[in-house]
């Protein structure tokens, strides 16, 4: 796994939603309840942008038709939501992002 820089961090407590694009991926940076999490930022149902949506009960909910994905898992009610590590170093977020090696690897070492 390769970490990125992807935005500088003042108040974790506070909670936001922010849109980046890393390596060519549109991700979602959630601050909710003092954690963070990083998601993809377009909802596999329809494409809609997920950051001009909403957080409730540990989930991002897309304002187009109101489906909800965990933030932590990224499952949702019919499809899953891609989600990635990440880590604060001196005041700036970092997105953990899995090469394609990386995920095979996953699958056989379970």
Known sequence: ???????D??????????????????IC??????KLFAVSATCPHQGFDLSSGWCEN???????????F???TGKG???????YAV???DNSLYIGISSVWDD???VFNK
């Open 29 to 34: 940076i959630v601050g909710y309840e003092g």
């Open 70 to 72: 965990d933030l932590q």
């Open 9 to 26: 961090v003042e108040d974790v407590e506070k909670p936001f939603m922010k849109k980046v694009k890393v390596t060519g991926k549109s």
């Open 58 to 68: 540990g989930k991002i909910i897309c304002p187009l038709h109101g489906y909800s």
């Open 1 to 7: 796994m390769k970490w990125y820089w992807a935005a």
């Open 87 to 89: 880590k604060i170093q």
């Open 77 to 83: 009610s019919e499809d899953y939501l891609k989600t």
């Open 104 to 106: 095979i690897k996953k």
